[in-house]
């Protein structure tokens, strides 16, 4: 395609303009330049899953725009405005002239599929050239992806409405979605859209768990209602791994470590990528880990066993201790993770002496926000607060003890 090939080369010698109507003018123009490239790409795309060119190399269409370049969110979008401008002649016609982005494209795309599962049944040719119209109207009023989106839903609800085995949408788990996706900076973005019955239990059962709970020294929890949800998904999924009446019998959690061999500082997760030093030490307190090391070359060289895990009888032992969260809250012994004092790749022993119980977000607090705990003379842990919050470092006793008498250093 030399003519498309001789536009690249101009675009990369394409010097910005100095004055101001001459930077609007450029820059409205590469606008329209990245919608129609958006709109041919598409078509391409499109074309590609109709021929059957992935399948001839083995791969989904999705998995040969990935080895080609495009991200897989890029591959995924520009797969769906594909098939959907193959059937939705007068969204093309716009797409064809720059004036609709790709992004845009693609909320009318995801709102007519989701029309559709709402219908229960095909639409018929009139119902969708009006849902069309409706969310193109909405996209040259100057409406956002998002604001498209929902006009979707409102017109999925009218023709559900109108179907014979109408389903209200608050109960429709056909339109249920959930998805998990990590980000450019190793965390996990949590998206779901649910019907009334799931929603309702997962509002019990985080509002249950998110409730306040006071500081050492008495005041106001700290975190943020955010952090307080979050914290009680924590929870939930810690509950759901152990399987078994929520005492002690089972570590909390499930996970595959891998760390080079030549660089054991740089472990990472199989889902989430990459983790500090002080997470993997973290999530190895109390977790089925399977820490494989590999070599330069990604083969398994060696492969850990679990044998620094607190077996029950001293998970059982570390409750009639310390009762529950022994440091911060007292949460109950079901919600908290057996922590060694001095960590198991530190020497430490798994032994009653060198562990207490902490829920995760005390557990985080130790492990990355400069609180220490130590085993005082009593054989009782003691909690050290960092430095920003008492200068003098001074021990306060497990919270099941701070009601009674004790002597004033650990």
């Not at 820059?27 to 001839?56: F, I, M, P, Q, T």
């Not at 795309?109 to 029309?115: E, P, Q, T």
């Not at 891998?258 to 973290?282: E, K, Y």
């Amino acid at each position: 395609m030399p003519h498309i090939e001789h536009l690249c080369d101009q675009l990369a010698e394409f010097a910005p303009p100095d004055t101001g109507r001459e930077v609007h003018d450029a820059l409205s123009a590469l606008l329209r330049l990245r919608n129609l490239v958006d709109h041919h790409a598409a078509v391409l795309v499109g074309a590609v899953e109709r021929l059957g060119l992935a399948k001839k190399q083995g791969r989904t269409t999705r998995e040969l725009l990935i080895v080609m370049g495009a991200a897989p969110a890029v591959a995924t979008r520009l797969l769906r405005i594909g098939v959907a401008l193959a059937g939705t002649p007068r969204l093309a016609g716009h797409t064809a002239d720059g004036s609709v982005s790709g992004e845009h494209a693609d909320a009318i795309a995801r709102g007519l599929s989701h029309i559709g599962v709402r219908a229960r049944e095909p639409l018929s040719e009139s119902q969708r050239q009006t849902c069309v119209t409706d969310l193109l109207a909405q996209a040259f009023s100057g409406a956002t992806p998002a604001d498209i989106d929902r006009r979707a839903r409102t017109l999925g609800n009218q023709v559900a409405d109108d179907a014979p085995a109408a389903v209200p949408a608050r109960d429709d788990r056909d339109i249920n979605t959930f998805d998990v996706a990590t980000d450019g900076d190793g965390r996990v973005v949590v998206r779901g859209d649910v019907d009334a019955v799931i929603g309702e239990k997962l509002h019990t059962m985080i509002d249950a768990l998110a409730a306040p709970r006071p500081e050492p020294d008495g005041s106001p929890d700290a975190r943020s209602p955010g952090r307080r949800r979050s914290e009680a998904l924590e929870r939930i999924l810690d509950a759901a791994a152990h399987g078994d009446d929520g005492l002690v019998g089972m570590p909390k959690h499930q996970v595959l470590l891998t760390l080079p061999a030549d660089n054991p500082d740089l472990a990472s997760m199989a889902f989430t990528g990459p983790v500090t030093l002080d997470t993997a030490r973290l999530l190895t307190c109390d977790a089925t880990v399977t820490g494989i090391t590999v070599d330069k070359d990604g083969v398994p060289v060696a492969m850990t066993d679990n044998l620094r895990l607190f077996p029950p009888h001293l998970r059982r032992a570390l409750i009639v201790r310390d009762g529950g969260c022994c440091i911060k809250c007292g949460a109950p012994a079901s919600w908290a993770h057996a922590h060694h004092i001095k960590h198991h790749a530190d020497g430490g022993k798994t032994v009653l002496d060198n562990g207490c119980l902490l829920c995760p977000s005390c557990h985080t607090d130790v492990h990355h926000n400069g609180w220490d705990v130590v085993l005082g003379h009593d054989r009782h842990p003691w909690l050290v607060p960092p430095a920003s919050v008492d200068p003098e470092r001074r021990p306060l006793p497990a919270y099941n003890r701070r009601t009674m008498r004790l002597d004033n250093a650990a």
